[in-house]
């Protein structure tokens, strides 16, 4: 923006003055749209920090839990205890605010099965191994309850990084840039002005001597 030629007529002035000023509104609503992510964001941040907390202590105890069984029944034995596989249903609804669109995840039926709903008996699997079960079905369940939350933290911090780069860019480039070009031209005009009205006075001056 700095240094751009434009022509010096009054025309030209308008029209940079009348983009300083869209840019000026730009701010002040960027500066409104940052304001509102900053409080939004606080307020996303502490649950993401407990709910990252529950999280790791589970997973602590699941890793535990399943270092036991291993040690109990051996990787073979648990990988044929796992068997068969099943998808976990979910549901993710999306919002917007600001422009910023973000998504929660509901689970659609309950993660924790029983022995009779895994189809194992207790006296083939071992509390080794249903200790693990259960741990890693409690820490599936904290992961997708936490999954809203930090997508939500996420879209809000890219958000406000994002608005903040714009409100900078055009609180130090773009406006200043628009200012010294409305400036450049409104010296230029007046002095043209300056010479014309001297101009003038001379050529009042000759016409009064003849």
């Given amino acids: 923006m700095i240094g751009r030629r434009v022509a010096p007529t009054?025309?030209?002035?308008?029209?940079?003055?009348?983009?300083?000023?869209?840019?000026?509104?730009?701010?002040?609503?960027?500066t409104r749209k940052r304001r509102a992510l900053v409080a939004d964001?606080?307020?996303?941040?502490?649950?993401?920090?407990?709910?990252?907390?529950?999280?790791?202590?589970?997973?602590?105890?699941a890793y535990a839990a399943l270092v036991a069984a291993r040690a109990v029944h051996g990787d073979g034995p648990l990988e044929v205890l796992g068997w068969p596989g099943r998808k976990l249903e979910v549901e993710v609804t999306v919002s917007e605010s600001w422009?910023?669109?973000?998504?929660?995840?509901?689970?659609?039926?309950?993660v924790q099965r029983t022995l009779p709903g895994r189809g194992q008996g207790p006296g083939l699997t071992g509390p080794a191994a249903i200790t693990a079960t259960d741990e890693f079905e409690r820490l599936i369940e904290l992961l997708l309850d936490a999954a809203s939350t930090e997508i939500r933290l996420r879209r809000l911090a890219e958000a406000l990084a994002r608005t903040s780069r714009q409100v900078n860019t055009l609180e130090?480039?773009?406006?200043?840039?628009?200012?010294?070009?409305?400036?450049?031209?409104?010296?230029?005009?007046?002095?043209?002005?300056?010479?014309?009205?001297?101009r003038l006075k001379r050529m009042v001056g000759r016409s009064a001597r003849r």
């Fill in 41 to 61: 964001l606080f307020k996303v941040a502490h649950p993401a920090i407990e709910a990252r907390g529950r999280v790791d202590a589970r997973a602590a105890a």
């Fill in 99 to 110: 422009g910023v669109a973000t998504g929660a995840v509901e689970r659609l039926a309950p």
């Fill in 10 to 30: 009054r025309s030209q002035l308008l029209r940079s003055r009348r983009r300083l000023e869209r840019v000026r509104k730009g701010i002040e609503l960027l």
């Fill in 172 to 198: 130090r480039r773009v406006a200043p840039g628009l200012e010294e070009e409305a400036a450049r031209v409104r010296a230029l005009l007046e002095e043209r002005e300056r010479e014309d009205h001297a």
